[in-house]
């Protein structure tokens, strides 16, 4: 039976945690900060994702057997490096990449040059700085509209631009490499459009072996129909109907695979989730870009469809036995709707009050940013609640989550009502 602390405070580490929770090798769970959500689930720690030293008292006071990093800012600061190089902390068992391997996502470029070195398909791309900026406008003039451009570092979702103007993107360009997203963009990476409909493909690994998670399509821009500002993630679904077995094992035997043994190639070591970005061009799947986390919202509706002990899956990825472990998936389709705030993704008022969470049926809440007032729950984010729900469809889960989020309320709230309209 294992103690265990998830690092994270959003509606990704809300749902793990509702999943741990019903695993037969629990003993207690922590979360760190966690929520007003995760709070009902187990104990929340008032230590931020960053405060190293906060995390290390926590897991020894709590005798903590098992971390699960959720998000992907302390994984790319190396909260797994001060695990392996700590006296007391080293025998902890943590789920999360090094520092290394969190480049995949903390560095543009360093994805996109281990792609090109392990022939993963992806778009062509030239990094540009400051140093290179003339061969960078150089290289904008070689490419057809639209244009993309993405800082190099992490800008919480947020750090990619599309430009259909070749002048407007020589500006955008200048602007980026001059602070836009701060120290994120000082490096940019100019990318070709790819042409097609996106999903989400989640694996975990302990750096030898791999087993492939539900597939999940999520919805970044805040207006129906893709349209507005990226956003976090608006909603999620799974399955994604055209990820089907074809498609799968292209997947898997062009981008899962070779992602794998390339760390190990590399001398990288990685245990933990791979997130693959994909674009399916005419059926052909290339990588947008990875993420070292679970993504989120997809998490919300992924959990759902995880029938096997989760419990079981980190504790593989964490040991190294994962070849010995099985994943067992749901059959039905799990939708996630997201509520967010009034202004969101721009300027938005925190602490307004929740209500009808007391209301809901048949769909699982998960608390995104939220906080606990008194007896109040009130809101503490731009994205505040994901409503979760299963079907024997696409059609009849999305309508169950869409029924709950009607029976919530909160000043300014907003959730798009188009989810699945493409596919």
């Known amino acids: 039976m294992l103690n265990i602390l998830i690092v994270g405070s959003g509606g990704r580490e809300h749902a793990m945690a509702w999943k741990i929770k019903q695993s037969t090798k629990l003993n207690q769970l922590f979360?760190?900060?966690?929520?007003?959500?995760?709070?009902?689930?187990?104990t929340n720690i008032p230590v931020g994702v960053s405060d190293f030293d906060g995390i290390k008292r926590a897991v020894i006071e709590n005798q903590i057997d098992l971390v699960l990093a959720g998000p992907e800012v302390p994984l790319c600061e190396g909260l797994?490096?001060?695990?392996?190089?700590?006296?007391?902390?080293?025998?902890?068992?943590?789920?999360?990449?090094?520092?290394?391997?969190?480049?995949?996502?903390?560095?543009?470029?360093?994805?996109?040059?281990?792609?090109?070195?392990?022939?993963?398909?992806?778009?062509?791309?030239?990094?540009?700085?400051?140093?290179?900026?003339?061969?960078?406008?150089?290289?904008?003039?070689?490419?057809?509209?639209?244009?993309?451009?993405?800082?190099?570092?992490?800008?919480?979702?947020?750090?990619?631009?599309?430009?259909?103007?070749?002048?407007?993107?020589?500006?955008?360009?200048?602007?980026?490499l001059d602070g836009q997203f701060g120290s994120a963009s000082s490096k940019v990476v100019i990318e070709e459009f790819l042409s097609g409909i996106e999903c989400s493909v989640f694996a975990i690994t302990d750096g030898k072996d791999y087993r492939i998670l539900p597939v999940a399509k999520d919805y970044k821009r805040i207006g129906e129909g893709d349209t507005g500002l990226n956003t976090g993630g608006m909603g999620a679904i799974s399955p994604v109907p055209f990820a089907d077995e074809i498609f799968m094992k292209k997947v898997e035997d062009r981008i899962i695979r070779p992602t794998v043994e390339g760390l190990r190639k590399d001398d990288i070591p990685y245990n933990g989730f791979i997130f693959f970005g994909l674009i399916s061009c005419g059926g052909e799947p290339m990588v947008i870009e990875y993420n070292v986390r679970m993504g989120d919202p997809e998490t919300e509706a992924v959990m759902l469809r995880i029938k096997s002990d989760f419990v079981d899956l980190l504790i593989g990825a964490a040991e190294g036995t994962l070849s010995e472990k099985n994943i067992e998936i749901d059959t039905r389709t799990a939708a996630a709707v997201m509520l967010v705030s009034g202004g969101y993704p721009g300027d938005y008022v925190k602490g307004k009050a929740i209500t009808g969470l007391d209301r809901i049926e048949n769909s699982m809440v998960f608390h995104a940013g939220t906080t606990q007032k008194g007896e109040v729950v009130c809101t503490d984010g731009g994205r505040v609640l994901a409503i979760s729900s299963y079907g024997e469809n696409m059609k009849e889960a999305l309508d169950c989550s869409y029924k709950n989020a009607q029976l919530i309320g909160f000043d300014g709230m907003y959730f798009r009502k188009d989810l699945g309209f493409d596919l």
């Open 31 to 42: 979360i760190a900060p966690g929520n007003a959500g995760t709070s009902l689930l187990g």
């Open 80 to 176: 797994h490096d001060f695990f392996s190089s700590d006296e007391q902390l080293k025998a902890v068992r943590f789920v999360g990449p090094q520092k290394l391997g969190a480049q995949l996502e903390g560095s543009k470029d360093f994805a996109k040059e281990f792609m090109m070195r392990h022939q993963i398909p992806t778009a062509k791309y030239l990094a540009v700085t400051s140093e290179n900026l003339l061969e960078g406008l150089a290289f904008l003039k070689t490419m057809a509209a639209p244009y993309v451009l993405k800082a190099d570092g992490l800008a919480a979702g947020k750090g990619v631009l599309i430009i259909n103007d070749l002048l407007e993107a020589e500006d955008s360009l200048k602007e980026m």
